[in-house]
């Protein structure tokens, strides 16, 4: 991971244990010809947690992006992400 993921994932540690799960439900499944998502809305669209997706920024799987201090999550690298999981 480039020192400059790995930054940016250090930075969102704080931003993922503060969110709470029922701020997470709230959340309205975004369209799907959106192509970008807020962290909140990649954790709808993959049915995961934040603590999971943050695990995915941080353990490099996951490529996010940002604009100041907003995370944004681009639809194809979510897709790409799920693709790679592992089957069950």
Do not use: Q
């Not at 480039?2 to 244990?17: K, L």
């Not at 709230?26 to 807020?38: A, F, G, M, S, Y």
């Not at 809305?41 to 920024?57: F, H």
Request: aromatic residues 4%; charged residues 30%; contains cysteine.
């Amino acid at each position: 991971m480039s020192s400059s993921n790995f930054a940016a994932a250090n930075d969102i540690v704080e931003e993922f244990r503060d969110t709470d799960i029922e701020a997470l439900r709230d959340v309205p499944l975004p369209p799907k010809e959106k192509e970008t998502l807020t962290r909140l809305e990649a954790c709808r669209v993959a049915s995961i947690g934040t603590t999971a997706l943050y695990k995915a920024v941080k353990g490099g799987t996951l490529k996010i992006k940002r604009n100041g201090t907003k995370i944004i999550v681009k639809r194809s690298a979510l897709n790409d992400y799920l693709h790679n999981l592992p089957d069950g």
